[in-house]
């Protein structure tokens, strides 16, 4: 993509509007423009990210054997009604009325969909256990929305719904879902803590939050401080095998929000004890029948019993974790993304455009750069180097290649990896040749 | 994907609240599921299908230089105040209330938004032109909501925002949608022809529609019989290249819907016409000034003097595209999915399972075909064969390899195409080597 031509309106002055990192750099990235307050629109940047955050968590759902479907947005309130959650669910929910006066609502959540679509089709024992996921906007009426994609209104999720035929097969598929969300936080290049939570509206008695660590987090949290050097995935087992004794091993070590936290009763010594703030990136309930009994839900078991089934659901938001990752991974000139989730791998620097070398030169590394499967933004807009560099800083891409009239003229470019700031002149081969190896 | 535990809900019955093929057919297919009157849900082979299409229309618009965003479903009502639209609208637009008591709406269209955004940051005519487009999903209300997805009222939309310094430059956005949307519909399996149409809520002076010939189709249509034969992409230029010949030699061939029809001036002998019906599977507009006048999206112009843009906007019903795919392709058993947006390449029968060498050698089949990068539906079922072969005719796969005792005792299997229904008995590598090529 030459920057020339690419729709990215990047902001000199910081936003004073934005009280978190995360949201003054998206912002002045030109990754996302509000819309309405807790809307927003994600410019070709931010869709770029936005995209790629949504394909891992999509990949790592099907590696763990879920289904993808997709589920509208719209809402009947009657099919709320049979849960009983119409009611409960309070001002949060945006309700909707429709040409023909009948009760609609922006899904906030979908287990009582995901529960009808099961039992229009589903009748015995042996379609279990079955998980179906969906990638979707939902909506969630915050009365003070803020922080930008952290807390807005529309936001995009994936949720997962187990159904299994009994509570050992129910938690399998619990656990399933807790490695899948560790996998898919690590190649996010985050490190989320899975923590013994409530369950709130969602109901059922076995919960876990994925929190990140921040000082910006919206909540509380406590763990032991063996967390910070953990690598839980390093013995993870295959998603086939029993995953017990790998859930038993990492839930073991302590972890909890402070809902959940007492510390009259935490076993941890306060010495190793780490109290900080923390990110919610996703959200895991085993809750039973709740949903199932109302509605209904069940299939013929072995002997011909109906069986009402056990359920389960999980959820990410997609939309939220890039602001989790910026707020994880940034500096003071902006973000540094995960070479995973990077809106582009290369940010290709043309330091005099109308030189004819460079120009040449550039061109000749931004066709093969391309050739070779690179996402490359290239810097041809006619501004001054100084402008140049702080953008590319700001966007945070991995790699910036920078190529001007002095280097050729000793036959080298320079390649800087955002993350360290190192910086190596090389020849134009060598440089090719790293980034393509 | 295993069928034995893909959640593919086919139906034995003729649904009988389907008035259409393609409704019938994606209810017996499972592919969707209504969940309120004119919102469905996409089941997982729908879904799969949906992100096929979606796939090939994102690529055409980005090789004509269009960049990718993504606007929200929920809008204010005060920008539509803005363009005076929101009173026009009129009972289709789903208006909501919010908690704070504000004006919302779940967008049918996005020109308001878009042209907010760009005024918000394009300042200089240096930075157009500019052509802006999401994938998003609106909502009408239509009073009747029928034909499954063909006129449902939760949709999904390609929706296209040009925007151009002066009329000149606007006529060339106009035409490189033209021509990318023809590239689309030939890359779907579909035979499009641009009409000339009315514009509409959307106003302006310049509009085509394209559309498919089917019976099923909501509008009347007329047509020189050339239409019938022709190939408009065989001597297509480059999008590079000035499509202005191009453009005039397509149009040049009559075509009109039946609102911009009138016998008394066809200038087509009536030999020479063809009456029929047709389904819109897309509308181009240029509307000038009609939104940047209003809202005042306005850029310097080279002598710094303030140039409302030129605007033009172009939209494609995703969603709906499936339903055109199969009312233009299907037989009396099912579905016949062309290539480009089959849910699977391959459907892998078992004929008999449970039998060794038969699931050795399926088994065998199915891993070496996801090798070489084929999409597999491995039908490792406890069904008959009938079942079987019922079952994939009806989802419309474009082959059937089928494999049974009998067949491997003389050392072949059947391989079937779903199109021409001829089918050939091979050895099990010169079948891989067939499919593989």
Redesign the interface.
């Known amino acids: 993509m030459r920057l020339s031509?690419?729709?990215l309106?990047t902001l000199k002055e910081t936003p004073t509007e934005a009280q978190i990192v995360s949201h003054r750099l998206m912002l002045r990235a030109?990754m996302i423009?509000q819309?309405?307050?807790g809307?927003?629109?994600?410019?070709?940047l931010?869709?770029r990210v936005?995209k790629k955050i949504e394909q891992i968590v999509r990949e790592e759902q099907n590696a763990a054997?879920a289904?993808?479907?997709?589920?509208?947005?719209?809402?009947?309130a009657d099919l709320w009604r049979e849960s009983g959650r119409y009611d409960d669910y309070g001002?949060?929910m945006?309700r909707?009325t429709?040409?023909h006066e009948?009760e609609?609502l922006?899904g906030p959540t979908n287990e009582e969909?995901i529960t009808?679509?099961f039992r229009?089709?589903?009748k015995s024992y042996r379609q279990l256990p079955?998980n179906?996921y969906h990638i979707q906007?939902k909506?969630r009426?915050e009365?003070r929305p803020r922080f930008g994609v952290m807390r807005g209104?529309?936001f995009l999720m994936k949720d997962a719904y187990s159904f299994d035929i009994d509570a050992d097969s129910a938690r399998r598929s619990y656990q399933k879902m807790f490695l899948a969300y560790l996998r898919t936080y690590a190649r996010l290049g985050l490190k989320a803590i899975p923590m013994r939570a409530d369950t709130g509206p969602i109901g059922g008695d076995l919960s876990h939050e994925f929190i990140i660590l921040a000082e910006t987090g919206e909540s509380g949290v406590f763990c032991h401080k063996d967390w910070m050097e953990l690598d839980v995935l390093k013995d993870a087992p295959n998603v086939e095998d029993d995953l017990q004794p790998f859930f038993d091993q990492v839930t073991a070590i302590y972890a909890a929000t402070d809902e959940k936290h007492d510390a009259a009763t935490c076993p941890v010594a306060e010495s190793d004890l780490v109290s900080a703030r923390g990110i919610e990136v996703g959200h895991i309930f085993n809750f039973g029948t709740k949903y199932s009994k109302p509605m209904n839900a069940v299939v013929a078991g072995p002997n011909g019993e109906s069986i009402p089934v056990e359920m389960g659901s999980y959820g990410i938001g997609v939309s939220r974790l890039m602001g989790a990752i910026i707020e994880a991974s940034h500096d003071d000139n902006g973000i540094i993304w995960p070479d995973s989730v990077a809106p582009f791998n290369v940010g290709l620097i043309n330091l005099k455009v109308g030189d004819a070398e460079t120009d040449r030169v550039c061109l000749d590394l931004y066709g093969k750069l391309q050739a070779a499967g690179l996402d490359v933004a290239y810097d041809d807009r006619d501004e001054r180097p100084g402008a140049k560099f702080a953008d590319m800083d700001l966007i945070g891409l991995p790699w910036q290649l920078v190529v001007g009239p002095r280097g050729l003229k000793s036959g080298v470019v320079e390649l800087k990896r955002r993350a360290t700031g190192e910086k190596e002149e090389l020849s134009v081969e060598a440089a090719l040749a790293k980034l393509t190896a």
Chains 1, 2 share one sequence.
């Open positions: 031509s690419f729709f309106p030109g423009r819309t309405s307050a809307i927003y629109a994600w410019l070709p931010g869709h936005l054997g289904q993808e479907l997709l589920m509208p947005t719209i809402q009947s001002k949060e945006l909707i429709d040409r009948r609609m922006f969909m009808d679509i229009s089709f589903v079955l179906l906007w909506f009426d009365i209104r529309e």
